[in-house]
């Protein structure tokens, strides 16, 4: 009983070990959550005990100001935000405080592993995440698919991921499978992907989701094209809602569509590579109006596209970005302006010195609208481009683009997308079979 209670005075004690025989108390930070009690066959009167805990202890002072936690068992007062808060060495997760976790063992939340270790939550290759040291800089963890770029049509597996997008919203990643065609959705910290979209796809390409939480999904076939729309609660519909054009190119409907951005207003906007051009169409209309290219004419100038693939609309500065593949550039437009290009990366030719792209395909802005990510597909690489420089670094993949399946290669990158905090890079990587993960913003952990 004495062990007990002095277990019960200290906050960072979960469980209790008592020895009749040495008359030995030990306290210890953990509970059963995180380990297992073993008898000891040498210790017959080894007595243990362990702190029960419920979401009923926290209920009336989580997230409160710190008279609600004054000389608490369950939760300190936070100097940083004045409010009750999680003792050290635990997390939040499932309204309790819940015991950190050690290296190897299996976790699904950001903070559920020791940081006072530098251990984080990290996908690991038999499909699940566990604890384990931040990865280095330019090392590769597969979060989609196998790791050794093995080929499967299940849940576990990816064949030819090309588009991507992860949710600034919920931090979901978006996958589009191109070469048995479907959408996949891969939720945080879970390597097993739930299929969206199947029935009836032959070209899937892109995928893109809003602030209500709608998917839409561009389809690429050839002489057709349509746009798939999942809103949030209602079944799937098609847009425009004839979904396909002439043989042709026209703002009336979509040709051989690839890329997909919508606004929040609802505006969607698309690229159709074989037509030139981005396209922009209003909620509820019945022709769509150009945004930037010349409608059937390729070109190399600021007006002009040639083969336009993923986008990245910039909604706060009204910009949007486009990966002009054939021009090997990066062009930036500004929404409602007069269709002129800016260049903001590359456009000095294709090739693989650090100020060139070869068939660049995929685009991703920062948040503050100064840094591009570009997959420089045919180099096998993504790199890093800052707004104003004259050359790019490389982030991903080989410098002199080398293609390989290790982890620290790529095979022909289709897309990139970063996490809600900015501190990931997820890379489709299509000849592998796999979405590659990369830490680009190193954790300091306190």
Sequence with gaps: MYCSAECNKRITCRTFDFDADSLQCRLWEMDTTTGSIVAS??????????????????????NQSCNHCDQSRYEICNVNTSTCQCPPFTYWNNGMCMTQLFQGQVCSHAFACRTDLNLSCQPSCDFTYRCSASPVVGIGQTVAGFCNGSTDAGTLGLMGPWGIYVS?????????NYDVPRFQSFSPFSRIGSTILSNGLSAPEDIFVDSSHNIYMSEYTINQGILYIQRAGMNLTSFPPIGRSNVNCSLTGLYEVIGV??????????????????????????????????LGHSGTNSNSLDWPRFMHLDEVRGALYVADSDNNRIQK????????GITVAGGNGQGSHLNQFSIPTGVWVTRNGQTLYIADSGNNRVMRWNIGDTQ??????????????????LSYPGDVAL???ETYLYVSDYYNNRVQRLIIRIIFFR
């Design 392 to 409: 790019g670094s490389v982030v991903a993949g080989s410098a002199s683009g080398v293609a390989g399946s290790t982890n620290k290669l």
């Design 333 to 340: 437009f500004i929404i409602g302006g007069n269709g002129t």
């Design 41 to 62: 066959p040498s210790k017959p009167r080894s007595s243990v005990g362990s702190v029960q805990f419920s979401p009923s202890n926290y209920v009336n002072s989580h």
């Design 168 to 176: 600034p919203f919920d931090g979901i990643l978006y996958v589009s």
């Design 261 to 294: 951005v919508a606004d929040q207003s609802g505006n969607i906007y698309a690229s159709l590579p074989t037509c030139y051009i981005i396209v922009k169409w209003a909620p509820n209309s019945t022709t769509g109006i150009l945004v930037a290219g010349n």
């Design 419 to 421: 996490d809600p905090t």
